[in-house]
C-alpha cells in the first residue's frame, strides 16, 4: 500500500511534505522550512514525527528541523556530503541509500546543481518522487553553487524515473515558471492548456503541485533542452543538450 502525502504550506512559498504509513503509523516529513505549520498538520492527523528528510542545507528547507526532532524524536536524514551544514544527522545519505518509512523504501538520488549536496528521495511504490529545488514544477533551481553540467546531469537522471511518477518540488513557483516557459515554447499546445489550469488553480488557493513527470517533459523548457524545436527556439540548432539547458537558465535568471 503506497504512502499516504500530505503538503504542508510553510514560509511565503515553501512547501514540507509528510509521508504516512498507516499500518506502522511511521511519519516522515521531507523538508522542514518551519515547524509550527508542520506541527499543526501532525497533530490534527493525531500522527507522530518519525523521520526528518532533508534534501539540501538552505535554511529555508531546514530551520523547522532541530524543533522537530525535539517535540518528537525523530531522526534527522540527509546527504552525508552536506553533514557540516545540516543540522545534526542521525543518518548520512549517499546515492543509492535507502530510507524506510513504514514498509515503503525510498531511494536517494544525487541531484547536484542547485547545491552541490542536493539530493532527491524517490519512493517507487507511491509513484513519488521529492526534488525540492533540483527539479521544480516547469522549472528547475538556480544554480547556486553547481555548473550546468551538473545540473543537466541531474535533471537527465529524474527524467529517466517512469513518466507517471508525481513530482514533488519545495515551492510554489509555477506561475511564474509557466510565464517563463511560454517565452521559449509560446506554440506549445501542452503547456497553454497547463497555464491556464495552473492560473485556476491559483485564484483558487490550490498548490500546484505536484505534477507528474510526463507533464514536465512535455512542457518544462529545462527537461526539453534536447528537444529540436527548443533549440532552434533559442537560436542553437544542433548545439549539445547541456549548451542549450545553460543557455534557458540564463534567460530565466534574468527573466
Same mark, same amino acid.
Not at 504550506?9 to 509550527?36: G, M, R, W
Not at 517512469?162 to 521559449?184: C, D, K, M, Q, W
Not at 528537444?227 to 534567460?251: H, L, S, T
Given at each position: 500500500?503506497?504512502?499516504?502525502?500530505?503538503?504542508?504550506?510553510?514560509?511565503?512559498?515553501?512547501?514540507a511534505?509528510?509521508?504516512?504509513?498507516?499500518?506502522?503509523k511511521?511519519?516522515?516529513?521531507?523538508?522542514?522550512?518551519d515547524?509550527?505549520?508542520?506541527?499543526?498538520?501532525?497533530?490534527?492527523?493525531?500522527?507522530?514525527?518519525?523521520?526528518i528528510?532533508?534534501?539540501?542545507?538552505?535554511?529555508?528547507?531546514?530551520?523547522?528541523?532541530?524543533?522537530?526532532?525535539?517535540?518528537? /524524536?525523530?531522526?534527522?536524514? /540527509?546527504?552525508?556530503?552536506?553533514?557540516?551544514? +545540516?543540522?545534526?544527522?542521525?543518518?548520512?545519505?549517499?546515492?543509492?541509500?535507502?530510507?524506510?518509512?513504514? /514498509?515503503?523504501?525510498?531511494?536517494?538520488? #544525487?541531484?547536484?546543481?542547485?547545491?552541490?549536496?542536493?539530493?532527491?528521495?524517490?519512493?517507487?511504490?507511491?509513484?513519488?518522487?521529492?526534488?525540492?529545488?533540483?527539479?521544480?514544477?516547469? /522549472?528547475?533551481?538556480?544554480?547556486?553553487?553547481?555548473?550546468?553540467?551538473?545540473?543537466?546531469?541531474?535533471?537527465?537522471? +529524474?527524467?529517466?524515473?517512469?513518466?507517471?511518477?508525481?513530482?514533488?518540488?519545495?515551492?510554489?513557483?509555477t506561475?511564474?515558471?509557466?510565464?517563463?516557459? +511560454?517565452?521559449?515554447?509560446? #506554440?506549445?499546445?501542452?503547456?497553454?492548456?497547463?497555464?491556464?489550469?495552473?492560473?485556476?488553480?491559483?485564484?483558487?488557493?490550490?498548490?500546484?503541485?505536484?505534477?507528474?513527470?510526463?507533464?514536465?517533459?512535455?512542457?518544462?523548457?529545462? +527537461?526539453?533542452?534536447?528537444?529540436?524545436?527548443?533549440?532552434?527556439?533559442?537560436?542553437?540548432?544542433?548545439?549539445?543538450?547541456?549548451?542549450?539547458?545553460?543557455?534557458?537558465?540564463?534567460?530565466? #535568471?534574468?527573466?
Amino acid at each position: 500500500m503506497s504512502l499516504e502525502i500530505v503538503t504542508i504550506p510553510c514560509l511565503a512559498d515553501n512547501y514540507a511534505f509528510l509521508l504516512h504509513d498507516q499500518a506502522s503509523k511511521e511519519t516522515a516529513v521531507i523538508d522542514a522550512p518551519d515547524a509550527a505549520p508542520i506541527r499543526a498538520t501532525l497533530d490534527s492527523r493525531g500522527w507522530t514525527l518519525s523521520h526528518i528528510l532533508l534534501t539540501h542545507h538552505h535554511w529555508d528547507h531546514i530551520d523547522g528541523a532541530d524543533e522537530l526532532r525535539s517535540a518528537y /524524536g525523530a531522526k534527522i536524514c /540527509g546527504a552525508a556530503a552536506d553533514a557540516h551544514r +545540516l543540522p545534526q544527522l542521525d543518518c548520512a545519505l549517499t546515492e543509492g541509500d535507502f530510507v524506510t518509512v513504514g /514498509g515503503e523504501k525510498g531511494t536517494i538520488m #544525487d541531484v547536484p546543481g542547485h547545491t552541490i549536496g542536493h539530493i532527491a528521495f524517490y519512493f517507487p511504490g507511491s509513484r513519488a518522487v521529492f526534488t525540492a529545488d533540483s527539479l521544480m514544477v516547469l /522549472g528547475c533551481g538556480r544554480l547556486f553553487e553547481g555548473t550546468p553540467r551538473q545540473m543537466w546531469a541531474s535533471l537527465c537522471k +529524474l527524467a529517466a524515473l517512469p513518466p507517471e511518477t508525481r513530482v514533488y518540488s519545495g515551492h510554489e513557483y509555477t506561475e511564474a515558471n509557466a510565464r517563463f516557459a +511560454l517565452t521559449i515554447e509560446p #506554440d506549445n499546445a501542452a503547456l497553454l492548456k497547463r497555464y491556464e489550469t495552473i492560473q485556476d488553480m491559483r485564484r483558487s488557493g490550490q498548490p500546484t503541485i505536484p505534477s507528474t513527470l510526463a507533464e514536465e517533459l512535455a512542457t518544462n523548457p529545462f +527537461l526539453r533542452s534536447s528537444e529540436p524545436q527548443v533549440k532552434a527556439a533559442v537560436g542553437m540548432d544542433g548545439a549539445p543538450d547541456v549548451e542549450v539547458f545553460a543557455e534557458i537558465r540564463r534567460r530565466k #535568471d534574468n527573466f
